[in-house]
Every structure is written in C-alpha cells, then in structure tokens.
C-alpha cells in the first residue's frame, strides 16, 4: 500500500534553514508528481510545491518563492523541501502528498503523509 | 491567484441530515475542482476530483457538481463519521489553493 513518512520537522530560529524529507513506497514514485501542502496551527490548508514526476519541473507558492526548494530522488524514492530564511508564519504541519496522475500532474492529491510540525520560534 | 471561497464556514447538522456545502472560484477553473475531508489531527482524504467524479472508496453518499465558478458537495444522510471539516480545491493551474474549509458539527 501507498506509504508517505515525513520527517525533518522540529524547532527552528527565524532566519534559519531546515530540510524536510518524505519517503515513499507502495507505487511507482518515479511516475509521479509530488506535493508540499501545509497547515498552520488550527488553520487551512496551503499549497507549498509541486515537482514533475522527473523532477524538470517545479512549482511554488508565492509565499515561499525563492526561500524553499522542492527536490526529489527518484533512486531512493524520497521528496525533500528545503527551507531557507523561515518566518514565524511558516509554522505549520507540512505535508507531503502524491499527485493522483501518472506522469503529467493533475495537481490534486491521493495519498498523504501523517505530517511533520514545524515551529518556528526564537 | 484564483481565490476559493467556501460557504459556510461551519454549520451543525443531525445525523441523516442532507447537507450541502457550496465553493466559488474568483474566475472559471471548468471542472478543476476537488473535495477533501479532514478529521483533527489527521491528514486530508480525497472525495471528489474533476467537480463530480467519486473517489475509489468514498461512500456514495458524497456527491459533487458544479463547472466554472460555483461548485457544491453534497452529503446525502450525514453519519457519525461525517463530522469533519471539508476543503475545497481548485487544481486548474498553479498556485494550486484551498477554500478556507466548512466545518461540519454534530448539533
């Protein structure tokens, strides 16, 4: 079965850096498009990134442009976010999430992972 | 950006009540649109994609319609396990986003 574990989440200085992992098994994750969503405490839901089932193609959120990159590894079948320059607005639970198309992305999500919190506090 | 907009924000229903939570998008997005329920502390399960299309293994009491700018998902008869919060989400193009959720209380 479709299995996502995040990890890499904890507390973290505003102004600093931290990488979240999600590694996936149950299906064939080098077919896939791959998604960032997160969830700030007791609010909706946030798409962060998206990135092609190959990795050319990566998508974000105005909110984290040119602070995150979204990256995969399709021989060890794991996503990873890194996050640079975080904000107390970026704490959140951050999911990572599998696109429900093979190969072009449909954009919307299947199977999620359980979530890694993020905190961001001095 | 397309904004989603969902109403209501919350709402108290009994079990067996039909219930009916409406999304609008701030232009067309077609059938772009999915649901996704949420239970606290859990993470997002998918209903609806493409507006109307059920996903495997959803009860056939969620249905949704809809094209363009306005949407609705519909819950049949509410059961116990229903009480959740639900998201709309346009998937036309980049950034994807969210409605702010309905939230969906035992009355």
């Known amino acids: 079965q479709v299995q996502l574990v995040e990890s890499g989440g904890g507390v973290v200085q505003p102004g600093k850096s931290l990488r979240l992992s999600c590694a996936a098994s149950?299906?064939?994750?080098?077919?896939?498009?791959m998604h960032w969503v997160r969830q700030a405490p007791g609010k909706g839901l946030e798409w962060v990134a998206l990135?092609?089932?190959?990795?050319?193609?990566?998508y974000y959120a105005d909110s984290v442009k040119g602070r995150f990159t979204v990256s995969r590894d399709n021989s060890e079948n794991t996503l990873y976010l890194q996050m640079n320059s975080l904000r107390a607005e970026d704490t959140a639970v951050y999911y990572c999430?599998?696109?429900?198309?093979?190969?072009?992305?449909?954009?919307?999500?299947?199977?999620w992972g359980q979530g890694t919190l993020v905190t961001v506090s001095s | 950006d397309i904004q989603m907009t969902q109403s209501p924000s919350s709402l108290s229903a009994s079990v067996g009540d039909r219930v009916t939570i409406t999304c609008r998008a701030s232009q067309s997005i077609s059938s772009y649109l999915d649901w996704y329920q949420q239970k606290p502390g859990k993470a997002p399960n998918l209903l609806i994609y493409?507006?109307?299309s059920l996903q495997s293994g959803v009860p056939s009491r969620f249905s949704g319609s809809g094209s363009g700018t306005d949407f609705t998902l519909t819950i049949s008869s509410l059961q116990p396990e229903d009480f959740a919060t639900y998201y709309c989400q346009q998937s036309y193009n980049t950034p994807l986003t969210f409605g702010g959720g309905t939230k969906v209380e035992i009355k």
């Open positions: 149950g299906f064939t994750f080098s077919s896939y498009g």
């Open positions: 999430a599998k696109d429900t198309h093979l190969s072009v992305a449909a954009k919307n999500f299947d199977y």
């Open positions: 990135i092609s089932y190959d990795g050319s193609n990566k």
């Open positions: 493409a507006a109307s």
